[in-house]
């Protein structure tokens, strides 16, 4: 074989690789949200994350948590969420363009980062991506937000959101925000209380 046709074989063969990679990873995926989308995930990458900092803090993990159905948890609390984090929730599938449009403008004028993460995006993050700030976590955090929204009900986006964001100090979960800070069952959280948690 000559070396031009050696190369070409090389390429060839790489670019198939490749394309088995893509599409494997595409599927494994699909076949990941698809999979959460009838049960809650037992645990998560970002939770992961901090029973490692746990140990290597030496801290008790004396976490409450357990999974809530959105009927288990307080209508406040939902609402307060929905006002307090993506009021286009309801509306947008994924990507709230407005207030990415509005980030945009404030990067440009010079007035700083804000953001502009929907609960589905962060919903992304937190159950199936590490902890990082990053362009390549951010293009597949919105691979995954697509997949989600394709996936899931707004419902089942909310209830999974409530589950696994962190509400501060490292308590993961509304069964261990609404344990730890105010002693009640997440369905007993008061208006206050929800606005507190959503803050």
Known sequence: MTKKKKKKSFIRTALAWLLWFF???????????????FMNPPVTLDALWKGVLRLW???PDSR???????DEISPHMRR???AGEDQRFLAHHGFDLTEMGQAIKEIVS???VRGASTITMQVART????????????SIEAYYT????????????????????DWGNRITGIEEASTKYFHV???????PQAAFLAA
């Open 23 to 37: 599409l494997i990873a595409v599927i494994l995926s699909m076949f990941q949200v698809a999979l959460v989308r």
């Open 57 to 59: 803090t030496v801290q």
């Open 64 to 70: 409450t948590s357990s999974w809530r159905g959105l």
């Open 80 to 82: 307060a969420v929905l």
């Open 110 to 112: 010079g007035k700083g």
């Open 127 to 138: 159950v199936f991506l590490w902890p990082e700030r990053t362009w390549k976590r951010k």
């Open 146 to 165: 697509l997949l989600i929204e394709l996936f899931w009900s707004k419902k089942r986006i909310l209830e999974v959101y409530l589950n696994t964001v």
């Open 185 to 191: 069952s997440p369905m007993d959280i008061s208006m």
